[in-house]
């Protein structure tokens, strides 16, 4: 079974300056789709960024961006200029493009953003 | 344009009483379906997901259950509410494309007591 490992609870980062979140996943498959997902303190879900895993290229998103090691089975996304709402948890993501029916998320990682 | 209806937002209910909590989806046909609940340090964790009326998967053994009697609609059950069952539960939909992104409801908060 895959699963999705985010082995860090909290992060911090100043305003304006860049952040890295980590993210890696466990599976035996070739294709698959990995995403981003931002909740505020709104508990709303939103989608930051996506990544397809055959293609080599990271995904960018405005300020977001993702260093995708297939090998290595790591995804982790870097937020940069940091903004004060930004704040909020992120949520590390896989789906198998084999089976599509099950999203898998990671623990999270709630990120603070000062001033 | 697709739109996710989830409620209620709050729910405060004893111990050993029953619970349904229901959600909707709008624009859309066919729609994979999750309950997923959030506790503290455990991220999201995914409850039951279905592809299609009546066909329901489980991820966890508990005290919970699901159904889905119409396409876009997807019911989280329980007949007896234990203290653990306290937590945020998300309802989302995506469309069976892999690539698609899950579309979330705005979430139940249940505090049992």
């Known amino acids: 079974a895959q699963t999705v490992t985010q082995s860090q609870p909290e992060m911090s980062v100043q305003e304006a300056e860049t952040v890295t979140l980590s993210c890696t996943y466990d599976?035996?498959?070739?294709?698959?789709?990995l995403f981003w997902y931002k909740q505020p303190p709104s508990r709303q879900m939103i989608l930051v960024i996506r990544?397809?895993?055959?293609?080599?290229q990271n995904a960018t998103e405005n300020r977001f961006s993702v260093n995708f090691q297939k090998a290595a089975k790591s995804f982790s996304l870097k937020i940069s200029d940091s903004q004060l709402g930004d704040a909020a948890m992120y949520f590390c993501a896989y789906r198998s493009a084999y089976n599509t029916d099950k999203l898998i998320f990671g623990t999270g990682t709630r990120l603070q953003v000062f001033p | 344009s697709q739109t996710i209806h989830q409620w209620p937002a709050t729910l405060v209910q004893p111990v050993g009483s029953p619970l349904s909590l229901e959600c909707t989806v709008e624009?859309?046909?066919?729609?994979?379906l999750y309950w997923y609940r959030q506790a503290a340090g455990r991220g999201l964790q995914l409850l039951f997901y279905?592809?299609?009326?009546?066909?329901i998967s489980s991820e966890v053994p508990q005290n919970l259950s699901a159904s889905r009697p119409q396409d876009r609609q997807f019911i989280l059950s329980s007949k007896k509410l234990l203290l653990s069952d306290s937590g945020f539960y998300l309802c989302a939909w995506s469309s069976v494309a892999g690539g698609s992104e899950a579309f979330f409801g705005q979430g139940t908060r249940l505090t049992v007591v």
């Open positions: 279905s592809v299609g009326i009546g066909q």
């Open positions: 990544q397809e895993a055959y293609k080599q």
């Open positions: 599976t035996s498959e070739s294709d698959y789709y």
């Open positions: 624009g859309t046909s066919n729609p994979n």
